[in-house]
């Protein structure tokens, strides 16, 4: 029989958004969910917290192979499922490089991949000195557990990092902050690619990426003005860091497109990834069906585009008052080609609730829509 | 707070293929199933007979909107459900003549559509005499309770239906069997409507249907040469049976094409249908997401098609032995965008397994590719 069973750790959107390919392709797909309701609820077989290990072994002990909504599952958990024979995608030795930021530039520098100067600090001194030799000010960021902004710091002064020194000494883990010179960007890109364990590849076009805040706001596949060589570079860098990594699954890898024309690399995602949500409309096959064939080793879809364009709008905290369901009646009423997604969770400033992705053979019709039937959901 | 949370009557595949657009846009569904582990499981939270007020109540009772997987709910139970204040779309005055085959037939006849020549005949002597006034051959139906080909059957003589005559008889329903002529037509077509109850209507392009063994086997949409007058004639119908006939929901009208082209009504199905599912990949709104539109009184979305064709081709019975998952490797492999969906049923001569679409925009690639993959799931 063929494995058919894919185990979800996590109850995000990035679950929810799994289920519909799964239901459609006929796989098995089961869910450990943190907390009772969230938003991939209706695939939950299990409930618990995944620092446990014996809570995430009773779970992974129903599925044929392990994979994730988010990449915060202990390292030693995930080798503890491996060595009982486990599948689990992508598997710990990648995995790491995602959830360690220091791990992660010195392997892609060690790979000879392109990334912003950068250097580990383990003091205000160190800081000081990496400040001095690029222009006075960088981007410091915690090695682990930032995400959407979170972690991230613009700092001008050798004592800008302090209180962050002070938490690593003062919880013992110890250890380096991540300083990078301020990249001068046009604009920041993402790159998705999908890779079996046996080894085959597949990548979507490069988008670009609109951050507000330090969050995703809106991306638009294929980025504009990408084709040829912006568009063949990111897609190398991809596939050579997902097959370099012994990546399995969706790898998602943010750059910046510097304004001296370089491609630099920013940060990896293991896992479908906000950049690739235009897919489920926009591509023939989208990261969440691939990401699913993908773990459970089968043949990788069409990734080609099903219109020229497809803009993807975040609907961050929506309405102030009420659901967003309450504005579906004006939303879809003024925008029927317009692809409403909730996901399920209470609206909150700046929380991801949802999206909306128009797909058009015109930037400027797909860019105004989706923004327009955005814009009913908030506010 | 807006109404968000459907409740469908029955765990078939159609009920499993409402999932994926109602977590995509973020509805509450909820399905009611005959028995445990059918199709629709992921979404079920009950489990019992539809046949049964109490059971049917008691899911009713937990949800915003009734709707359904099949037309078999007794009207009684409808009624009931009715008069309590629940949505049922549709309702069970539309469902009727879903539900009793004469019933339709006297209704469209009423309303002027194109009928075929019928008649309502409860003996043999009644039966010959209409073989005798339409060339000796037709097509006798029992009012109620037939689908994919069962309770449909040529004769060409008064005593071919004596079988039915007796089973009516014996069970205390008694009435009349269908009888009609015996069409002679060019092609099969089906036509989607969506209505909701405050009265927008939506259409889907025409399709041709092609039956084998009285069973949809495949579906090419938009049907070939149908522009203009047929495409036009077909829409016609399927919007005035739906608005005269109060349906809400999908409606999907099956036609004849004859020969002398005209265009005839076959059959009336009040639900997602057969005829509908290329629209999942094909149309900027699927049947699935356009359903739970219309129940939930919510604007319609855009029918436009994506490809110039999709071709949709049932996997009937499956695999001889093991499972559809074990030929995915190879199906996969040879047909890269080919959308392969499994209905998470066992394999079993005949039955409604799976299915696959592929889009395009050329007809004959599109055909090639979704009969070639569809091939790898049979045998």
């Known amino acids: 029989m063929a494995k058919n069973t ?16 799964a239901i459609e392709l006929g796989v098995d797909i089961r869910v450990l969910e ?15 917290d995944y620092r446990d290990l014996e809570t995430v072994l009773a779970f992974a002990e129903t599925v044929d192979v392990v994979t994730f909504d988010h990449e915060h599952v202990p390292p030693a958990i995930l ?45 205000a001194d160190e800081l000081g000195a990496f400040l001095a030799d690029h222009g006075g000010r960088a ?24 209180d962050w020194f002070l ?31 046996s080894g085959e590849t597949a990548v979507w076009p490069v988008v670009e990426t609109i951050q507000r805040d330090g969050v995703c706001a809106e991306v638009i596949a294929p980025a504009p003005q990408s ?31 510097t304004t001296d024309g370089r491609v630099l690399i920013n940060e990896l995602a293991m896992r479908p990834h906000n950049s690739g949500h235009w897919s489920i409309e926009g591509a023939v096959t989208s990261q969440f069906e691939q990401h699913l064939r993908a773990v459970l080793d089968l043949p990788l879809g069409s990734t080609e585009v099903r219109n020229d364009w497809s803009v993807m709008v975040n609907i961050l905290g929506g309405p102030a008052e009420g659901t967003l369901q309450d504005r579906y009646p004006a939303a879809l009423a003024a925008h029927p080609a317009a692809k409403v997604h909730g996901y399920g969770k209470e609206p909150r400033p700046g929380r991801k609730v949802g999206h909306v992705t128009v797909c058009s053979d015109d930037l400027g019709d797909a860019v105004f829509s989706a923004r327009s039937a955005a814009a009913f959901f908030e506010g």
Not at 86 to 91: E, F, K, L, R, Y
Not at 141 to 157: H, N, P
Not at 247 to 257: I, N
């Open 227 to 257: 084709e040829g060589r912006i568009a063949d570079v990111a897609a190398d860098i991809a596939r050579t860091v997902a097959t370099e990594l012994g990546v399995t699954g969706v790898l998602a890898v943010e750059m910046f497109e």
């Open 6 to 21: 894919v185990g979800v750790i996590g109850g995000g959107q990035l679950a929810r958004m799994m289920i519909p390919p």
């Open 167 to 197: 938490a690593l000494a003062e919880d013992g883990r110890g250890g380096a902050l991540l300083v990078e010179e301020l990249v001068s960007f046009r604009r920041e890109l993402a790159q998705l690619v999908a890779r079996r364990p």
């Open 34 to 48: 943190e907390a009772p309701g969230m938003s991939a609820e209706i695939a939950a077989t299990g409930v618990g």
């Open 79 to 123: 080798r503890e499922l491996v060595s009982r024979g486990i599948p689990v995608h992508p598997g710990p030795d990648a995995l790491l490089y995602a959830q360690d930021k220091l791990q992660m530039r010195a392997k892609l520098s060690e790979l000879g991949l392109p990334v912003p100067a950068w250097a580990a600090v383990e003091t």
């Open 139 to 162: 981007v410091v960021k915690t090695a682990r557990g930032g995400y959407d902004g979170k972690g991230v710091r613009v700092v001008s002064d050798a004592a800008g990092a302090d």
